[in-house]
Antibody, heavy 120, light 107 residues
Framework: QVQLQESGPGLVKPSETLSLTCTVS?????????WGWIRQPPGKGLEWIGSIYHSGTTYYNPSLKSRVTISVDTSKNQFSLNLSSVTAADTAVYYC?????????????WGKGTTVTVSS | DIQMTQSPSSLSASVGDRVTITCRAS??????LNWYQQKTGKAPKLLIC???SLQNGVPSRFSGSGSGTDFTLTISSLQPEDFATYYC?????????FGQGTKLEIK
């Protein structure tokens, strides 16, 4: 049974970098699939941030691309999100998920989500 | 970016009702359309991929149809556990985008 768990600070100051890690259990990231990040501002809808393949190939939402870095550590079975120069608009619940990748992609396994608040 | 528009934004219905939610894409996305259910405080759950393919373990009262730009999610007989927010999502091209959601409430 695949499980994903997000971890990281719940409070980040404006202009700083938001850093989150997703730990995967029950499945080896090296076995395949893409792995992605999706966020949801309070009371709002879902926004795809970006995804990474186990080889390190990434693709990002252009609206965030200049501030986003997603990386993978197959030895720890983890992948991570860095979002720089955050503002209050980046306050959201951040989810990690398994991404089937490519056209026809969908997210079939999700973490529970972690709330990140941007505030001084 | 491909814009996804759901209707209605909210819906009140009773247990046992048949409910249909519509999702329209701003351009053709073939059948690259997925549906998710999200309950309050929980992560989204994948219900249907590729417009009509039911995920393992999802009750058969859920069904999806459509291709091109117009898609529907139908719940044939609402159960108490179905009251939630539903999102469509296109995966035809990046950036992958979601509809704004349809909140299904108990009448």
């Amino acid at each position: 049974q695949v499980q994903l768990q997000e971890s990281g600070p719940g409070l980040v100051k404006p202009s700083e970098t938001l850093s989150l890690t997703c730990t995967v259990s029950g499945y080896s990231i090296s076995s395949g699939y893409y792995w992605g990040w999706i966020r949801q501002p309070p009371g709002k809808g879902l926004e795809w941030i970006g995804s990474i393949y186990h080889s390190g190939t990434t693709y990002y939402n252009p609206s965030l691309k200049s501030r986003v870095t997603i990386s993978v550590d197959t030895s720890k079975n983890q992948f991570s999100l860095n979002l720089s120069s955050v503002t209050a608009a980046d306050t959201a619940v951040y989810y990690c998920a398994r991404d089937r990748g490519g056209s026809g992609s969908y997210w079939d396994e999700w973490g529970k989500g972690t709330t990140v608040t941007v505030s001084s | 970016d491909i814009q996804m528009t759901q209707s209605p934004s909210s819906l009140s219905a009773s247990v046992g009702d048949r409910v249909t939610i519509t999702c329209r894409a701003s351009q053709s996305i073939s059948n690259y359309l997925n549906w998710y259910q999200q309950k309050t405080g929980k992560a989204p759950k994948l219900l249907i991929c590729a417009a009509s393919s039911l995920q393992n373990g999802v009750p058969s009262r859920f069904s999806g149809s459509g291709s091109g730009t117009d898609f529907t999610l139908t719940i044939s007989s609402l159960q108490p556990e179905d009251f939630a927010t539903y999102y469509c999502q296109q995966s035809s091209s990046t950036p992958y985008t979601f509809g704004q959601g349809t909140k299904l409430e108990i009448k």
